[in-house]
């Protein structure tokens, strides 16, 4: 018991210490490109705040690529991500616990719009199924009015986890690939086969910037 206990809090201090290190070492070795830059930028410089969403293999050099004013993250409630927030904290960002199911969003409205922010989300958190859009981001646009921008990244270089997520570990000194998606808008008034029609509509996006950016160190 005092094992598993004090894994635990050696988990929570040094796991986020860790992945603020490797998320800034691997921002500073590799040679990272964006495409489609325009898109958030064209955001950014109207002041309208939006939701990047991100698949969770994907996720960890998310933090890097944001040049906006504010961005809040949601993240998992469980271990792995309060140790993200943590992380995230150190960089500035704000981190807000939930998920993307319905029930992760209660309360979530309020705490958006008091925030004023940029949103980081990913879809298919925390759990899985992997690739698959959760319809809770798809709520939080229609509550906040705030566009959805798929974004995702790969490494020429990287090794591809063992988890659920098939989590991408870039290798330092690689290469690295951003793609921006066209934002995606969420009627305010929509119906449930609208809401439907946008869920899907953001999971093939994803899926094929993905594709794209899977294919972009072969050519």
């Known amino acids: 018991m005092f094992l598993k206990t004090l894994k635990k809090k ?32 064209s955001l950014w410089e109207k002041g309208i705040p939006a939701i990047g969403a991100f698949w969770h293999g994907r996720l960890l050099m998310m933090p ?23 992380a995230l904290k150190r960089f500035g960002y704000h981190a807000i616990l939930g998920s993307t199911t319905r029930k992760g969003f209660s309360g979530f409205k309020q705490m958006v719009k008091a925030h004023g922010s940029d949103i980081g989300i990913v879809p298919d958190g925390p759990r899985g199924p992997r690739q698959q859009v959760q319809i809770g981001v798809i709520e939080l646009a229609r509550l906040t009015g705030r566009p959805i921008v798929p974004i995702t990244f790969n490494a020429s270089k990287r090794k591809i986890l063992n988890t659920w997520d098939r989590f991408l570990l870039p ?20 119906n449930r086969a ?10 093939r996006k994803l899926n094929e910037l993905t594709e794209e950016a899977d294919r972009y160190f072969n050519k």
Not at 16 to 32: C, D, E, Q, S, V
């Open 10 to 41: 050696l988990v929570s201090w040094l796991g986020p210490w860790l992945a603020f290190w490797i998320i800034k070492l691997l921002g500073r070795t590799m040679r990272l490109v964006e495409i489609h830059p325009e898109i958030p930028r």
């Open 171 to 190: 290798y330092p000194f690689s290469r690295g690939v951003f793609i921006w998606g066209e934002p995606i808008i969420v009627d305010p008034d929509g």
């Open 194 to 203: 609208h809401l439907e029609e946008k869920r899907l509509l953001l999971e």
């Open 64 to 86: 890097i690529i944001y040049k906006g004013k504010k961005l809040s993250f949601l993240v998992s409630p469980h271990r792995d991500g309060q140790v993200m927030g943590k």
